[in-house]
T-cell receptor, first 115, second 114 residues
Framework: AQKITQTQPGMFVQEKEAVTLDCTYD???????LFWYKQPSSGEMIFLIY??????QNATEGRYSLNFQKARKSANLVISASQLGDSAMYFC????????????FGSGTRLSIRP | ETGVTQSPTHLIKTRGQQVTLRCSSQ?????VSWYQQALGQGPQFIFQ???????GRGNFPPRFSGLQFPNYSSELNVNALELDDSALYLC?????????????FGPGTRLTVL
């Protein structure tokens, strides 16, 4: 069975500092994708970044980068130069590369940015 | 390009009632997935519709059912509502044929069951 674990229920970070949100996953599949989503208080899930299991380079999208360590089954999100607008829930998620696009989500980390 | 929309935004029902939630997929997307997100938890996959057929289902009872229409919009129906059905219901659309890695989520419908 697939599982996503996020061990940090909440984090406080000073504005402009970098922050790392932890994520480990469990799967027996060889081909899968890893995602990070941001969920502000409005409720909408906002796609941030994607890493394929066969991608050799770590994914980057602007201030977001994904530290992918396949052997450790970890996919940590790094946010550089945090901003007040980064305060939100962050979910790590995983999807099999099969016909049904079922995404398995972790329990989330609430990130709060201090001015 | 029109994003994913959901209606209504909020809904209050009582135990035993039935509810229908609606989702319009992003333009050009043929796949819609529904998720239930209880307070303080991550979303849980309910089911997915691809070209009007159910294409995968999570661990939800049969009183959760759905439809997808020829224009790829979708409905989620929940019968015999229970208190634990109170949650944020999210739909997400994708273009499955391209093996799209992204699912684009709507703003959600917040259902309260009293």
């Amino acid at each position: 069975a697939q599982k996503i674990t996020q061990t940090q229920p909440g984090m406080f970070v000073q504005e402009k500092e970098a922050v790392t949100l932890d994520c480990t996953y469990d799967t027996s599949d060889q081909s899968y994708g890893l995602f990070w989503y941001k969920q502000p208080s409005s409720g909408e899930m906002i796609f941030l970044i994607y890493q394929g299991s066969y991608d050799e380079q770590n994914a980057t999208e602007g201030r977001y980068s994904l530290n992918f360590q396949k052997a450790r089954k970890s996919a940590n999100l790094v946010i550089s130069a945090s901003q007040l607008g980064d305060s939100a829930m962050y979910f790590c998620a995983m999807k099999r590369h099969s016909s049904a696009s079922k995404i398995i989500f972790g329990s989330g980390t609430r990130l709060s940015i201090r001015p | 390009e029109t994003g994913v929309t959901q209606s209504p935004t909020h809904l209050i029902k009582t135990r035993g009632q039935q509810v229908t939630l609606r989702c319009s997929s992003q333009s050009g997307h043929n796949t819609v997935s529904w998720y239930q997100q209880a307070l303080g938890q991550g979303p849980q996959f309910i089911f997915q519709y691809y070209r009007e057929e159910e294409n995968g289902r999570g661990n939800f009872p049969p009183r959760f059912s759905g439809l997808q229409f020829p224009n790829y919009s979708s409905e989620l129906n929940v019968n015999a509502l229970e208190l634990d059905d109170s949650a944020l219901y999210l739909c997400a659309s994708s273009l499955e044929a391209s093996g799209a890695r992204e699912q684009f989520f709507g703003p959600g419908t917040r259902l309260t069951v009293l």
